[in-house]
Nanobody, 122 residues
C-alpha cells in the first residue's frame, strides 16, 4: 500500500509559478509516481510521471517545457514545479502512484491522493 498526501496548491496569476509536493508513505521503493489533473466538467488528464528511480519521466504535451517532475528519495516526496502557468492549468491536481506500472492513463495507477486545487487567474 502507498499513502499520498499533496500540498502546495493555491491561487496564482497568469505567468506565475507554484510547486506541488506529494509525500508518500508505504511501499515506495519501486513505485512509479505522477500527477493528474481534473478541471470542472472535464475528464482527468495526465500531467507528468516518473519512475521512483528517476530513470524515466513523461509529460503531457500541454505542460512540456513549463512543468518539471522531480523527487527527493530521502524525504519520500515527489514534486511538480509549475512555471508559466495559464488559466487552462486551473484544476484539482492529484498525486498518483503504482507499484509496477508506468504510463499516462488513470487506470495505470492504483493509489491516489486527495487532490489539491490550483487556480490560475487571467
Amino acid at each position: 500500500q502507498v499513502q499520498l498526501v499533496e500540498s502546495g496548491g493555491g491561487w496564482v496569476q497568469t505567468g506565475g509559478s507554484l510547486r506541488l509536493s506529494c509525500a508518500a508513505s508505504g511501499r515506495t521503493s519501486s513505485s512509479s509516481m505522477g500527477w493528474f489533473r481534473q478541471a470542472p466538467g472535464k475528464e482527468r488528464e495526465f500531467v507528468a510521471a516518473m519512475r521512483w528511480s528517476g530513470a524515466y519521466t513523461a509529460y503531457a504535451d500541454s505542460v512540456k517545457g513549463r512543468f518539471t517532475i522531480s523527487r527527493d528519495n530521502a524525504k519520500n516526496t515527489v514534486y511538480l514545479q509549475m512555471n508559466s502557468l495559464k488559466p487552462e492549468d486551473t484544476a484539482v491536481y492529484y498525486c498518483v502512484a503504482d507499484l509496477s506500472r508506468f504510463g499516462s492513463r488513470p487506470t495505470e495507477y492504483d493509489f491516489w491522493g486527495q487532490g489539491t486545487q490550483v487556480t490560475v487567474s487571467s
